[in-house]
Nanobody, 115 residues
Framework: QVQLVESGGGLVQPGGSLRLSCAASGRILTIYTMSWYRQAPGKQRELVAAISSGGKINYADSVKGRFTISRDNAKSTVHLQMNSLKAEDTAVYYC?????????WGQGTQVSVSS
């Protein structure tokens, strides 16, 4: 069984920064794609950023130039550096990892951007 544990959410003013982290633990097979998704109230969950095991990266258009995803394969972790945060970035952020043949999700961490 695999667990994904997120950390780093919180309340920040517009223009501020936060860094989210996600660590995988347990019976870890090969980790393929690691991603961050978010879900705002009343909206569908959406992909924010994804990084493959080989380092290929994709970003949602809404976060390009502001967010940076990275991963440490040796530590089975993925991070999301979020800069120039806007009110519309407010959401619960979820870590996702494809480990072996299975989809794994974290419990979510709240990010609130407000003055």
């Amino acid at each position: 069984q695999v667990q994904l544990v997120e950390s780093g959410g919180g309340l920040v003013q517009p223009g501020g920064s936060l860094r989210l982290s996600c660590a995988a633990s347990g019976r870890i097979l090969t980790i393929y794609t690691m991603s961050w998704y978010r879900q705002a109230p009343g909206k569908q969950r959406e992909l924010v950023a994804a990084i493959s095991s080989g380092g290929k990266i994709n970003y949602a258009d809404s976060v390009k130039g502001r967010f940076t995803i990275s991963r440490d394969n040796a530590k089975s972790t993925v991070h999301l550096q979020m800069n120039s945060l806007k009110a519309e970035d407010t959401a619960v952020y979820y870590c996702y990892a494809r480990i072996g043949p299975y989809d794994n999700w974290g419990q979510g961490t709240q990010v609130s951007v407000s003055s």
